[in-house]
């Protein structure tokens, strides 16, 4: 596809957005460009275009708000991006919004500032979480052995969704360290695999002021049960360089039950 790089449909980091995926990738290969292959696969509130509609010194974000038309480059990177539109056509819509406020009431400068700055870590390298209480309150400890091996069965009864895009891509080439930003707002159970409904939840539930206050935890994906065969492994986890103890600042202060939204 992109230099050679191809994901792996089964991998279940890609299960959200493998059967747009798969449909893409058949057209690219059959050489139709990726813009026009986007646009194409169902209906979405964005079109896609070439990288070369955006005019010099037009922010992107801007450019999207004002036109309604996502340029798009040929590489990986951007196959993602629009996969994510395709799968969270509201909460894409919602990010840019907020990015085009934000933009209007501070210009574009070289720092961004906190709710630019989380608006695209998120759209970037974030995750979504439908999970049993106890697997929350492990998991912003960082207290990776009860997550992953004491509380392992209770994964049954949980769902991650990868959202970031740059999160999926690295995937394409898994290894141990790759870093999810989960949002600390949990999916309520309600809306149980529909993930149409996440989407509407998602494009409500965010917020600058939300945004501002970092609502994000790391989980490292591969660490998910079922996810990844060598975490079977009884020293898996153990890595302090990859599942990292919590600083003292976080463990006393992250709890998602206390951010005003419950399951």
Same mark, same amino acid.
């Given at each position: ?101 934000? !933009? ?73 360290? !790759? ?85």
């Amino acid at each position: 596809m992109f230099g050679g790089a191809s994901p792996d449909w089964s991998e279940p980091w890609f299960g959200p957005v493998a059967v747009n995926g798969r449909a893409l990738q058949r057209r690219l290969n059959a050489g139709h460009a990726l813009p026009e292959t986007l646009s194409s696969l169902q209906a979405c509130p964005v079109r896609f275009v070439p990288q070369t509609e955006l005019p010099a010194g037009t922010a992107y974000e801007q450019f999207i708000f004002d036109t309604g038309q996502v340029p798009t480059r040929e590489n990986l990177h951007d196959f993602f991006n629009g996969l994510c539109w395709l799968r969270f056509p509201q909460t894409k819509q919602r990010l840019n919004q907020l990015q085009a406020a934000e !933009i209007t009431a501070a210009g574009v400068r070289e720092v961004r500032g906190p709710v630019r700055d989380a608006l695209t870590l998120f759209d970037e390298n974030a995750a979504l979480l439908q999970a049993p209480e106890p697997l929350w309150n492990a998991l912003t400890e960082r207290d990776w052995n009860r997550l992953f091996v004491t509380l392992r069965p209770l994964w049954a009864q949980a769902r991650l969704v990868l959202f970031g895009h740059a999160l999926l891509e690295k995937l394409v080439k898994p290894y141990k360290s !790759i870093t999810a930003h989960v949002l600390r707002e949990p999916v309520p159970v309600a809306l149980g695999d529909d993930l149409a409904a996440w989407d509407a939840w998602l494009a409500q539930a965010l917020s600058p002021p939300l945004l501002a206050s970092k609502p994000f935890t790391p989980l490292p994906v591969v660490g998910v049960p079922g996810w990844w065969s060598a975490n079977e492994e009884a020293g898996f986890y153990a890595d302090a360089d990859v599942f990292r103890p919590p600083r003292l600042a976080t463990k006393a202060t992250s709890t998602p039950w206390k951010t005003g939204r419950a399951p």
